[in-house]
């Protein structure tokens, strides 16, 4: 069973970047379907990016197209989210999800996930 750790939240102004990152271990993180969610205060869990085993497909929310990149670097069992022209909307704990399932990318159900880890972003 994979583990999934996130990390590289905090406070950034608006406008800003930041990048996160999502490192597994316990599995083959080649093996895995990944993506990226978020939650806001008093808000569901929302999707934002998924990417392919291979790396080589991503597929992104209407919210955060143009302005979010995802990445995974199989040799370090990890996944990045690169997120650039930050808005206060932006704000919620971003939690990292897999699957072994192959499932089309904007398929929204994953079978494991971290913790979270915060980002915040000022107005």
């Known amino acids: 069973q994979v583990q999934l750790v996130e990390s590289g939240g905090g406070l950034v102004q608006a406008g800003g970047s930041l990048r996160i990152s999502c490192a597994a271990s316990?599995?083959?993180?080649?093996?895995?379907?990944m993506g990226w969610f978020r939650q806001a205060p008093g808000k569901e869990r929302e999707f934002v990016a998924a990417?392919?085993?291979?790396?080589?497909?991503?597929y992104y929310a209407d919210s955060v197209k143009g302005r979010f990149t995802i990445s995974s670097e199989n040799a370090k069992s990890t996944m990045y989210l690169e997120m650039n022209s930050l808005k206060p909307e932006d704000t919620a704990v971003y939690y990292c999800?897999?699957?072994?399932?192959?499932?089309?990318?904007?398929?929204?159900?994953?079978?494991?996930w971290g913790q979270g880890t915060q980002v915040t972003v000022s107005s």
């Open positions: 316990g599995g083959t993180f080649s093996s895995y379907q």
């Open positions: 990417i392919s085993r291979s790396g080589s497909t991503t």
């Open positions: 999800g897999a699957r072994l399932s192959s499932y089309a990318l904007n398929n929204k159900k994953y079978d494991y």
